[in-house]
């Protein structure tokens, strides 16, 4: 008798446990606070560089950025002309310089920056808009040749600065 209890426990602890391991709930975070019931569109137009500095694919990259961040993280329908809300701007600087130096005097280290300057505009509430400028740096050894690294280097800027914009037009931190 003792055994068929002992062997019945073991069984429903067994049972609880699998099936506690089986519910899960997931959440999704991804800080857009939009009012999809006044706000259903956005405009993003393309940033051209003003940058006396250019590395030439900078510009697609970032404008692609853009447009896919907020493609997968809103519901909003991006379009042409008359956005609820709209994002504009220009790429404004591009540029490297020193950023630390070894003890023999020479450049240790580079940083490379990107600095977009952006217009938001609300259009279902203009209190939220403004125009501010976002950077984003990254920095490389000197060892390193700026051709070797410049893609990867500018891919994680690009993804900084649209993380930057999307958090400051559509999550309001």
Not at 4 to 31: E, M, P, Q
Not at 65 to 72: G, S, T, V, Y
Not at 110 to 122: I, K, P, Q
Request: proline share 2%; glycine share 4%; aromatic share 10%.
């Amino acid at each position: 008798m003792d055994w068929t209890n002992n062997i019945r426990r073991i069984w429903l602890c067994l049972t609880a446990a699998l099936l506690l391991s089986a519910c899960s709930v997931s959440y999704k975070f991804n800080g857009a606070s939009i009012d999809y019931t006044k706000t259903k569109t956005i405009q993003i137009s393309d940033f051209p560089i003003r940058s006396s500095y250019v590395w030439g694919p900078m510009g697609p990259m970032f404008n692609n950025q853009l447009k896919d961040e907020f493609a997968n993280h809103t519901r909003l329908e991006q379009v042409r002309r008359n956005g609820d809300l709209k994002i504009e701007g220009e790429i404004t600087q591009y540029q490297q310089r020193n950023k630390s130096v070894s003890a023999e005097g020479y450049s240790a280290q580079t940083e490379l920056s990107m600095t977009v300057n952006v217009r938001f505009t609300n259009n279902v509430n203009h209190k939220e808009d403004f125009e501010r400028q976002f950077t984003a740096t990254s920095t490389y050894e000197t060892t390193q040749s700026l051709n070797s690294v410049q893609e990867e280097l500018v891919t994680q800027m690009v993804k900084d600065l649209c993380e930057q914009i999307f958090n400051a037009t559509v999550a309001n931190w």
